[in-house]
């Protein structure tokens, strides 16, 4: 089965559940007025801390030893991003114009 990842978050919440195939595997919390969240992935801790302001970019940090393991490399308009952890690169981009929907591509390399 393809994995298929979406989230919920409440109208007025900060926090977004993810969800891989119906299956709660993490949270991200964004903080307010900040340029970083924190999210929690299958019991892992992790920061995102966005740098940057007209060519914005996020570091993805392991909080158990406070090192950054990826990053994200927003295209000029934000509509797509480049994320690339561990030495596996995603691609991800909107699939409409509401940016409602999206298409994350892994590609493996053999």
Known sequence: MKPSLTWTKGVFSSMFQIYSNGELIGNLKDKTFS???KGI???KEYIFKTN???KQSTDIIDCSDN??????EYSNWMTKAVISINNKT?????DNIWNTKWTILILQVY
């Open 35 to 37: 340029q970083s969240a």
């Open 90 to 94: 995603v691609y991800w981009k909107y």
């Open 67 to 72: 090192k950054v393991i990826g990053r994200i």
């Open 41 to 43: 992935f299958n019991d």
């Open 52 to 54: 940057g302001f007209f």
